[in-house]
């Protein structure tokens, strides 16, 4: 078995899991008659301390149904350009929607710079797109898992509130930032209207999102899932897995920010490799290769070794830790690396 650190998507259900699923009740969703899923949107409204919330097939799909309902067509979103929103969802509300994006440099901490969120809100112009969203990423994949805290967290609602613009978190792995930095997870949502979590990444969950916010938000999220396709029908046999994920998935968090510690300590020790491992705060690791190196190529030489990374442009390679992966399986990691990169030791 390869040791697989491309992502935390790779969890498996776990068999507590599989028997949620074998045994769930179910009702056809989009009549609104699946009790488990109405049981887990119950459940994961009142974890983040919002109204209600809607189940959905992924990230993705949480976080366009969310801008959508946000915004118009002609809108303006403020997010960072390293965000996964403006990245990696293929454009979604530009295509879908007629929303415009409008990037900020994502500081390296993850956050943006309050400052440059307040000059780039549109004065009310003719020529200008209306802005009407600001977005988080918590944590942050891209900066490295980096984690926003309660009080930026807050300062981005209120500056969001004086100026009358919604807000929205892409908190994929919100339990991760929650867990990393000892809070209840509603510090992290309360100042924000909506967000999105994803019970398929470090909650191990098969599949599955979930989108919170309130009441008259979410009824109208629903709308948008609709048109997007996404209601589905006996969806409890999926929801049952992501209940078990929330009451059993969360506390164990804390083991995969330890390991992935520890993957960065004992990568940052090769010549090859620029990582300071103070700044892996939850389950990511991205380090940079010195640049003598093809990343494609010592991606590809650590998969021969058994050992599956994600390689980014700009000579990154990302490892993420989860659930499948233990302190001996980063042990065995951490040898490959070594064996891989020791050619280049000066
Ligand atoms: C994975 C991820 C998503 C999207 O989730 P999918 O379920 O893969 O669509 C959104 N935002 C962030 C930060 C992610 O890491």
Same mark, same amino acid.
Not at 158 to 164: E, K, Q, T, Y
Not at 214 to 240: N, Y
Not at 285 to 291: F, G, M, P, S
């Given at each position: ?208 999102? /979930? ?26 046999? /999926?929801?049952?897995?992501? /209940? ?85 399986? /980063? ?16």
């Amino acid at each position: 078995m390869p040791i697989d650190l491309r992502s935390d998507t790779v969890t498996h259900p776990t068999p507590t899991m599989r028997r949620a699923m074998y045994e769930a009740e179910v009702g056809d969703d989009v009549y609104g008659e699946d009790p488990t899923v109405n049981r887990l949107e119950a459940m994961a409204a009142e974890r983040v301390g919002k109204e209600a919330a809607l189940f959905l097939t992924s990230g993705t799909q949480g976080n366009v149904v969310a801008m959508l309902t946000h915004c118009g067509r002609g809108d303006e979103i403020i997010l960072g350009d390293q965000a996964h929103t403006f990245l990696s969802e293929a454009g979604a509300p530009a295509v879908l929607g007629g929303i415009t994006p409008r990037p900020l440099r994502n500081q390296r901490d993850g956050t943006l710079d309050l400052a440059d969120i307040e000059a780039a809100i549109r004065p009310d112009n003719v020529h200008f797109p209306k802005t009407r969203l600001i977005t988080l990423e918590n944590t942050h994949n891209q900066c490295g898992g980096r984690v926003l805290s309660p009080a930026y967290t807050a300062a981005v609602g209120g500056l969001a509130r004086r100026h009358g613009l919604r807000t929205h978190l892409d908190g994929a792995r919100l339990f991760n930032a929650a867990v990393a930095l000892g809070v209840p997870v509603t510090a992290l949502t309360a100042p924000l209207d909506s967000v999105q979590f994803c019970l398929s990444k470090g909650l191990s969950a098969p599949v599955g999102s /979930i989108l919170a916010g309130p009441s008259d938000f979410i009824h109208e999220a629903r709308r948008t899932r609709k048109i997007l396709g996404g209601g589905a029908r006996q969806a409890g046999v /999926i929801a049952a897995a992501g /209940i078990v994920a929330l009451n059993e998935m969360v506390h164990r968090l804390a083991e995969d920010h330890a390991n992935a510690r520890r993957l960065a300590e004992g990568l940052a020790e090769l010549p090859a490799v620029i990582l300071d491992p103070s700044t892996v705060e939850t389950n990511i690791v991205i380090l940079q290769l010195t640049d003598d190196l093809d990343v494609y190529e010592v991606a590809e030489r650590l998969r021969g070794d058994g050992v599956l990374v994600s390689a980014f442009y700009g000579a990154r390679i990302r490892a993420v830790t989860h659930y499948g992966i233990t302190t001996a399986d /980063i042990d065995a990691a951490l040898r490959v690396f070594r064996a891989v990169l020791a050619p280049v030791r000066a």
